[in-house]
């Protein structure tokens, strides 16, 4: 049973929607004109909703996690039964056909995100789906550790050396709270990819309507040096209840510090994870965005050992596709 398609009125989520990137405020931040939004939902045969789809669809493409790194199928129980997740599977994309799709384009989340989603990808690799995309993943699982000092110790060696070379209190860490606060971090994130030849794809001003817009799952944050300098900062989505994901950091080119600070700005990222009840840290994608020479997405080689020196696990990261019948 489907309770229909609702357009791109900035609303609140429905019970349904628990990904961030599904939400239809998210949505209304990035749609034009000519597309429309639409979210699906699907109930059992006693009536409890299952789950749901969420996605945007323009010229006969309906695309889930549009403008976003993923957004993925949402279950409102985190464990489901394979027929369940087969019945949500079925019925959304039937409703997704009606609406006008010719093809449809999931941008899945990592695995970790939730207990389900492995039975989720194994459903829709079974109904024809096809992997577009592949990308390299890490996240932290914070699962079992109790508090930083924990996760500080469980660190090998290199990693907790780098944090010692900075005194406790020679860094300090808050929250960006105001429009001078959020353009001074943006400002740091921007010069760190200047710095490597990228440019940030998020504009300062987008993200000052995003966090007004989904607050308080938008968040931004520095780390400082005593005389107040902003040397790093981080960008954090919290995409479901129990998961925030890094969606930019860095430290400032010219931060003029004997040692890098980025070690102690995921200390920090850790710290608050764990005093807000987050058990995965997805820390984004370690992959270049162009084919490498052999074809394919190529790893970024440096990010991801960063990654796996403060504890990071991975995975790939899919793109699904599937051309829909008439």
Not at 168 to 177: C, K, M
Not at 229 to 254: F, K, M, N, Q
Request: net charge positive.
């Amino acid at each position: 049973m489907v309770h229909g398609a609702v357009h791109a009125e900035p609303t609140a989520a429905s019970a349904a929607t628990r990904t961030l990137f599904n939400d239809r405020r998210f949505h209304a931040l990035n749609v034009a004109p000519t597309e429309r939004i639409e979210c699906f939902e699907v109930a059992g045969g006693n009536g409890r909703v299952i789950g749901s789809l969420s996605g945007v669809l323009c010229g006969g493409q309906f695309v889930n996690g549009y403008s976003a790194p993923y957004g993925g199928l949402d279950l409102v129980r985190s464990r489901e039964t394979p027929a369940n997740v087969a019945r949500l599977v079925d019925e959304v994309l039937e409703q997704v056909r009606v609406a006008g799709a010719r093809s449809v384009t999931l941008r899945l989340p990592p695995a970790a995100l939730g207990e389900s989603e492995g039975l989720i990808l194994f459903t829709l690799l079974n109904r024809g789906f096809r992997i577009e995309r592949c990308e390299l993943n890490q996240h932290l699982d914070l699962t079992g550790i109790g508090d930083v000092a924990a996760y500080r110790a469980a660190l090998k060696s290199p990693a907790r050396r780098a944090l010692g070379r900075f005194g406790a209190d020679e860094l300090g860490w808050s929250e960006a709270t105001d429009h001078a606060a959020w353009e001074r971090c943006y400002q740091v994130l921007a010069a760190n990819r200047a710095a490597k030849g990228r440019r940030l794809s998020l504009s300062l001003e987008y993200l000052q309507r995003a966090r007004i817009a989904l607050a308080p799952a938008v968040r931004m944050f520095e780390l400082r040096t005593r005389a107040g300098s902003t040397i790093a900062a981080a960008l954090i989505y919290r995409v479901r209840s129990e998961c925030d994901l890094v969606v930019a950091w860095g430290e400032r080119p010219d931060h003029g510090l004997r040692a890098s600070p980025m070690n102690h700005l995921a200390l920090r990222v850790v710290d608050h994870a764990l005093a807000s009840g987050v058990r995965i840290v997805d820390l984004g994608i370690s992959n270049d965005s162009g084919p490498g020479p052999g074809g394919g997405l190529p790893p970024n080689g440096g990010l991801h050992q960063f990654k796996q020196s403060i504890l990071a696990r991975t995975e790939p990261r899919l793109t699904l596709a599937k051309e829909l019948h008439p």
